[in-house]
Nanobody, 122 residues
């Protein structure tokens, strides 16, 4: 079973930046599509960005396009989410996830980290 550990969350003012990281266990990291999701209390978890196993293809939710960048380093078993121009509505718990299929179907993501809180103040 893969272990996914997020880091990098915190409190930031609107307009600021944060960089989230996800460290994965095991030796098959480069074989799986990965993604970032977020969730607020009482709301459904939503996809933020996903990336193919090679890193050559990405997907972004409309709400973060142009502001967030997903990347991965298969040699280091890590994935990142660079978040710029943060808005209060970006406040959520952010989760790292691994897909059992491709990167384009959010329903295929079935392995999750514990989450990291991102709070953007206005």
């Amino acid at each position: 079973q893969v272990q996914l550990v997020e880091s990098g969350g915190g409190l930031v003012q609107a307009g600021g930046s944060l960089r989230l990281s996800c460290a994965a266990s095991g030796r098959t990291f480069g074989s799986y599509a990965m993604g970032w999701f977020r969730q607020n209390p009482g709301k459904e978890r939503e996809v933020v960005a996903t990336i193919s196993f090679s890193g050559s293809s990405t997907y972004y939710a409309d709400s973060v396009k142009g502001r967030f960048t997903i990347s991965r380093d298969n040699a280091k078993n890590t994935m990142h989410l660079q978040m710029n121009s943060l808005k209060p509505e970006d406040t959520a718990v952010y989760y790292c996830a691994r897909s059992r299929g491709g990167y384009s179907d959010p329903k295929r993501f079935d392995s999750w980290g514990q989450g990291t809180q991102v709070t953007v103040s206005s």
